[in-house]
Structures are given as C-alpha cells and as structure tokens.
C-alpha cells in the first residue's frame, strides 16, 4: 500500500515486491483504499479534531465523546445531540 501511495505505478510495484503481476498489485491497493471499517457499538471516542460526523458513521450508537477544553465543543455537541466530557492530558503523558 505505501510503496503504491509513494511511487503510484502499479508495475513498479509488482517489480520492487518480485513475484507478482502488476494486476495483483492493482487489485489489491484498490481494495484496501476502497475498504470502509465495520460500524459496531462503541462506548466512547476521544477527539480534538471537527471529524465528529464522520466517526458517528461507523458507530451503532451515539458515544460518549471525550474532548479537549475547546470553548467550541459544547454548542457543537449539544446541537448534534450527543454527551460529551471534558478530558485534559495528564502532563507528561
């Protein structure tokens, strides 16, 4: 999958890796990038990032969210309808 993402030619790939048709190598990088994670119930997720939609599209559930002190989280969350608590990193950690 890297060397496909660096050197991005199929058969150069195939020839790096010997063995194998260029075809495999195709085939087998387009299902990996195509490959969604199952969705299944999760108890929590920690985020410090926007991406709280797409995450809710693998989850069975609404989870709790853990999140940093950004003064944003909380209008966002509540307008979404979902529980999250405030977790700030032990120092150190």
Known sequence: MRLCCVLLVYRGVAKAIGGI???LVYRAFTAIR???PERRYRRCIAVDET???QVLEYCENKPLF???KGPWYREAFERLGLEYRH???KQGA
């Open 87 to 89: 977790e700030t990193p």
């Open 51 to 53: 991406k709280v939609k």
């Open 21 to 23: 048709s260029y075809g």
């Open 66 to 68: 853990l999140v940093d």
């Open 34 to 36: 195509d490959a969604k």
